[in-house]
């Protein structure tokens, strides 16, 4: 499988999100492709805001861990527990969503 099969959607919990990650699926169990369907997490704005506090990997862990909670529930509901094409969700940091869109 190369890049050209896999349909990249970013998961907000919108209304739109939904059709579209519905629409996704659809067309990737057609293609035989895949559907990284990914939410995005960042540091809330003042964090570290003193300078001497950097962010810990614990931070990084925890935000990501809450950034999933929300995901599988919201791909759960538009698809049900068994989607018919293979769908893999992941949570990244910022503007990885646009990193892991990039050849699809």
């Given at each position: 499988m190369d890049d050209q099969d896999r349909i990249v959607?970013?998961?907000?919990?919108?209304?739109?999100?939904?059709?579209a990650l519905r629409w996704a699926a659809r067309q990737?169990?057609?293609t035989g492709g895949t559907v990284p369907?990914?939410?995005?997490?960042?540091y809330p704005q003042y964090h570290g805001a003193?300078?001497?506090?950097?962010?810990?990997s614990g931070d990084e862990e925890a935000?990501?861990?809450?950034?999933?909670?929300?995901?599988?529930?919201?791909?759960?509901e538009t698809l049900?527990?068994?989607?018919?094409a293979d769908v893999r969700e992941g949570a990244v940091r910022n503007a990885g969503q646009c990193?892991?869109?990039r050849g699809a």
């Open positions: 959607v970013g998961v907000d919990g919108s209304p739109s999100l939904r059709q990737a169990a057609l369907a990914l939410t995005s997490w960042d003193l300078g001497w506090l950097p962010p810990s935000l990501e861990a809450r950034a999933r909670e929300d995901l599988t529930p919201c791909v759960e049900g527990a068994h989607p018919s990193a892991a869109a």
